[in-house]
């Protein structure tokens, strides 16, 4: 079973690495870009068959370990 | 509009923070993660109503600069 783990910055927290990779796209003569958030994707290869399971357990490992709840949001999409 | 942009490694390129995240999980008490990849997404808000224009530019902006295409696939996604 696959887990994919979208790991994003809550709006209202700074994004420098965004910013920078708007101010590159500018500079490279790319106009009409209003703003750049960057985040992450994990993707985790799991053992078993239950999904409910699987979900739940992704989510504690968000929780955890893969994101840091005080500035991030995290979504779980469980596929196979 | 908004276009999502989801870069990974291909498969087959080692993924050493992946594998770090492996080893977490596992030393964390997770037991049957088989494998864990992680990759980047980047949000981009842009202006203009031209959905296929606006996807042709954020491929564009991926082989130029946001991906490196000898080790990286991309999708792009455009919303609304």
Redesign the interface.
Known sequence: MKAKV?I?LKSGVLDPQ?KA?QH??DG?G?K?????????????????KDKKKAKA?VE??CK???ANTIVENFTVDIAE
């Open positions: 979208h994003t965004g990779i590159a796209l490279l790319f009409g870009v209003e703003d750049v958030r960057q985040g992450k994707v994990i993707e985790i290869k799991l053992k078993g357990d504690k490992m955890t370990l893969l």
